[in-house]
């Protein structure tokens, strides 16, 4: 499995996460520019959630959350900011889901993290 697809597998998994858990889906892959992508854009009740969402086969080279570093976070937090020019919203946070696919799979979900 290629790094694009462990990504979609990692996302779909995450969405049917959110799904089960009360999250509305409502945008998959919003791209803002060359280095600006967000993963997952949910809502929740009134709250808008934006997701990045972090897939490792196993822990063997890191954990997924290890993945988000300040310049990733700092560029999905410019995300964030153009798309709330675009659909302003006053509830909203940033959320990372870590999925681990083996040796069984796990989903761990930071809510509301700010680095």
Known sequence: MNNRALGNSGEDIACRYLEENGYEILERNRHFGRNCEIDIIAKLKK???????????SNNFGAPFEAVTKTKYENLVKGV???????????????????????KLKIEHLKNIYL
């Open 81 to 103: 900011q153009f798309y709330l020019k675009e659909n302003p919203y006053k509830d909203c946070q940033i959320d990372v889901i870590g999925i681990t696919l083996m040796p």
């Open 47 to 57: 709250k808008l959630i934006f997701v990045e969402v972090k897939t490792r086969k």
